[in-house]
């Protein structure tokens, strides 16, 4: 069975990318698409089934040799957390597809790009070369530039220019990783410098990986994932870009891509460099407050639905990082099943901001907005759903996930004489973060769908029925993840204490 599923492991990535160039070669784009999602949802369920948990680990390995001369593979293999990250981008890709409207321009070129945005994530999270694991995230960046400046919304120069924004923040992000990248390279003994990250994680495990510049080189590894994350103060291109994107797009980037750096910081960052990563806590617990409180703040000032949700999608990064930050078991466990939880709720609440934006044609302010409830009431129940698992409702992942954060942060340090410790102090100003979240998501719910409903909107249709089960299989996942977490965390706790000895 493992060879199986490491034979259908190299598909889950290749098959978006040759159903990319059959699109465009006339292929049916939507039923192509929609199929190429479904089968690797069942590939996914597959290694979710057949993982071993006893073991743990890397498995589904498979590896091609690439360039003898710098020891460079292309090999594949899940643990317990790239699983579930291959897990989440398999739900979200196939909710993406199957909520996309009808495409009045471009269509084969608009479904191509969201099959490689979807193939790059699946590269990137199966990858087991840092090569790879980076050039497959920028094969995703050239189709997120496109559908926004193509297919977004708003006037033509205004969601270009917000393409362009997006595309050098991004680049930027990109170019500062690299660095760091390669300087992880050359910390390794000239005759086992490899860019295989098992190999690497090795190295570090027997203190093999050294340089006078390891607090450097994490800090440009820190500032490039956080800029591909949405790190404050390198947010502002998020909120706008996930705005202007087609829904698809919005419920990809914001639910899948956006994780790549968050998993990069686990993967890479924290079990490499554990000594430079304790160094730079406080400035990244600085940094974090900054997405929850400021960001958080900001968001309640935003008068669109669709702004809201960008914001409150980079605020929410500020939990995540807080619990990378703590460096325990608790702390790393629940960081990764938040980034689950939070991919599979942000998804669910852009797919049904677009039916709305759809049968309002395109009217997303909350001053104008009103007791949809009353004329869609499947819409106002899913959206509350979602909106109840974003504000860390207990029943959701979210929840959850966000319980082990706060726990694990608070433990890491203890308490001096009096005084509390700066994790203490972070993990208060957090929790402050939840009651914002809980004021604008209600405050945005209430004038979306309570009170009288503007005469406007009297004829505001439903969700359909078949466009009812995507909003299902993101919700039910998110709600079975809330009732039992420890089916998730089976797969990620012994992964992110593989990464070093953890308490």
Known sequence: MSSIVTFLLNLVILFPIGGAVLILAGAPARLTAIGIAVFNLAVSLLAFVSYDQVHSGYQFIGSIPVITEWNLRYTVGLDGLSLIMVLLTSIVTLAALWVTPKISKLEPQFYACLLLISAGAFGAFASLDLFFFYAFHELALIPTFLLIGIWGYGEKYERQAIA???????AVGS?????????IYQMAPMDARTFSIPGLQELARHGQLHSPHANSIYLFLLIGFGILISLFPFHTWAPEAYA???????MLHSGVLKKFGLYGLLRVALPLLPDAAKHWT??????????????????????????ILGYSSVMHMGYIFLGIAAMNTIGLSGAALLMFAHGLSIAALFALTGHI???TGGTLLLSDLGGLAKVAPFLGFSFGLAAFASIGLPGFANFA???M???????????ASCCLGSFKITVVLALWGVVISA???????????????????????DIVPNLRWPVILLLGVLIVAGFFPQLFLNFLTPSVQAFFALP
Request: glycine letters at 10%; proline letters at 3%; zero cysteines.
């Open 175 to 183: 170019f500062v990783l690299l660095i760091g990248l390669i300087g």
């Open 439 to 461: 004021v604008y998501m209600l405050r945005a719910y209430r004038a979306v769908f309570m009170g009288d409903i503007n005469k406007r909107w009297a004829g505001v249709q």
């Open 164 to 170: 362009w924004k997006i595309t050098i923040y991004l």
């Open 282 to 307: 406080g400035l990244l617990l600085l940094l974090l407050v900054g997405n929850i409180i400021y960001v958080g703040l900001a968001t309640i000032g935003q008068k669109r639905l669709d702004m």
């Open 244 to 250: 202007s994107a087609p829904t698809p797009a919005a």
């Open 401 to 403: 996930s966000e319980i």
């Open 405 to 415: 954060v706060f726990f694990g942060a608070f433990k890491n340090q203890p308490v």
């Open 357 to 359: 934006r759809q049968q």
